[in-house]
């Protein structure tokens, strides 16, 4: 049974970081790569970056770029993203996703399709306020 479950969300000033976690169980990580993704109120769901299965190749949004890293240990079955000098318009639900299989990180438009990934997990709460 495939599982994915993002921690690390929480209150945190603008300017401040977080480091967010997606530790993932039911396949092999390694083979796999993967998303973060957010949604804000009112708004549709957005990718914000992408990892290759190895961790050699890395994406970014324009929103994020910059600011935001992301990264994988397989060996913990984690991928991570490390959100530094964040804003208000931060504030949203993170998530994490599995590419479908045979797909690889990439862009379409500047976008990351969330159509291209499966397998969601709950979401963590980020909220960027003074």
């Known amino acids: 049974q495939v599982q994915v479950v993002e921690s690390g969300g929480g209150l945190v000033q603008p300017g401040g970081s977080l480091r967010l976690s997606c530790l993932v169980s039911?396949?092999?990580?390694?083979?796999?790569?993967i998303g973060w993704f957010r949604q804000a109120p009112g708004k549709e769901r957005e990718g914000m970056s992408c990892?290759?299965?190895?961790?050699?190749?890395?994406l970014y949004t324009d929103s994020v770029k910059g600011r935001f890293i992301i990264s994988r240990d397989n060996a913990k079955n984690t991928v991570y993203l490390e959100m530094n000098s964040l804003k208000p318009e931060d504030t949203a639900v993170y998530y994490c996703?599995?590419?479908?299989?045979?797909?690889?990180?990439?862009?379409?438009?500047?976008?990351?399709?969330?159509?291209?990934?499966?397998?969601w997990g709950q979401g963590t709460q980020v909220t960027v306020s003074s």
């Open positions: 996703a599995r590419r479908k299989a045979g797909g690889q990180c990439a862009m379409i438009g500047g976008r990351i399709p969330v159509g291209w990934y499966e397998y």
């Open positions: 039911g396949f092999t990580l390694e083979d796999y790569d």
């Open positions: 990892i290759s299965s190895s961790g050699a190749g890395t």
